[in-house]
């Protein structure tokens, strides 16, 4: 079983930056995608943004140009270095994993508040 561990949300003034991180322990193999997802208060978890093992990124419309996902393979590490907050980026932030035949993990979440 993975587990990931999700660090660096926090408080933040609109138009400020923030860096978030996940680890996964164990060992990934194999075809995957790791990414971030997130869930505003009453509304469902979105995409933000995700990068498949070879590279592959996807991104939400509404962070493009704003939000940069990296991988370190070696680490089990994705980033996402966001900037330009704005308060409708408010929400408690996921890390996903997804393996080819072997499903998806999540992390527990961490809280990024953009205040106006």
């Known amino acids: 079983q993975v587990q990931l561990v999700e660090s660096g949300g926090g408080l933040v003034q609109a138009g400020g930056s923030l860096r978030l991180s996940c680890s996964a322990s164990g060992i990934i193999q194999g075809t995957n995608d790791m990414g971030w997802y997130r869930q505003a208060p009453g509304k469902q978890r979105e995409l933000v943004a995700v990068?498949?093992?070879?590279?592959?990124?996807n991104y939400a419309d509404s962070v493009k140009g704003r939000f940069t996902i990296s991988r370190d393979n070696a680490k089990n590490t994705v980033l996402l270095q966001m900037n330009s907050l704005k308060p409708e980026d408010t929400a408690v932030y996921y890390c996903?994993?997804?393996?080819?035949?072997?499903?998806?993990?999540w992390g527990q979440g961490t809280q990024v508040t953009v205040s106006a």
């Open positions: 996903r994993l997804w393996r080819l035949g072997m499903g998806t993990s």
């Open positions: 990068m498949s093992s070879g590279g592959t990124t």
